[in-house]
């Protein structure tokens, strides 16, 4: 039986954090469980108690690198579209992260993030974890564009839940244009969306 258990928990996090550092460095098939057992701390009798088998393990580490990933600039750009006042600081915040994300340096957690959506297709249980995690990562986007919208930041007649979805969308997307040789270059895409973003958000 799997035990049900908060995120917080500070055994299950040990677990976790100890398989995502094993994935990392030998992929999902170099996660050993003794391993993973023997770096938390922890039993293998625990691993089963919080996560069922291997697979339950494996799919918990890849939904939550998903997550982390995918929000990773969401707490930052909450923080610092609270401190705009006119819809010209919000632009250049907005500009701002955008530059951050779009960085070559991170073209290889945007192919991670796609492989950890090839292997969700034939596996409902991580299909439903990604996809509570990319729930999380839209809600808060939608909170972001709510905030901006009430405070006259952008247009108000937008749907934020739209918007948010249309940028996570977005930045999911350009990785197909970071594998192999491409003709069309991220920058190039980077330019191109923020110029229909702020097109679409702002009078």
Do not use: W
Request: glycine share 8%; charged share 25%; hydrophobic share 45%.
């Amino acid at each position: 039986m799997v035990m049900l258990t908060s995120a917080n928990d500070p055994v299950r996090e040990r677990i976790v954090a100890a398989s995502l550092r094993a994935i990392g460095e030998s992929g999902t098939a170099g996660l050993r469980v003794v391993a993973v057992a023997h770096e938390a701390g922890v039993s293998q009798g625990m691993i089963r108690y919080y996560f069922g088998d291997r697979q339950g393990l494996v799919d918990e580490a890849l939904a939550r690198r998903f997550g982390e990933r995918f929000g990773q600039f969401m707490g930052v750009f909450a923080e610092r579209t609270k401190e705009c006042s006119t819809p010209a600081e919000f632009r250049s915040v907005i500009q701002g992260v955008l530059e951050a994300v779009f960085v070559p340096e991170r073209a290889s957690m945007r192919l991670e993030r796609n492989s950890d959506l090839g292997e969700a297709v034939a596996r409902p249980a991580l299909a439903a974890k990604i996809a509570a995690e990319r729930d999380k990562s839209l809600g808060e986007l939608r909170d972001i564009v709510s905030d901006a919208q009430a405070r006259g930041l952008m247009r108000a007649d937008l749907d934020p839940t739209a918007v948010a979805g249309l940028h996570l969308a977005m930045v999911h997307g350009c990785s197909m244009f970071e594998l192999g040789a491409s003709s069309v270059g991220v920058e190039v895409l980077r330019q191109v969306y923020m110029d229909a973003l702020f097109a679409l958000i702002f009078d």
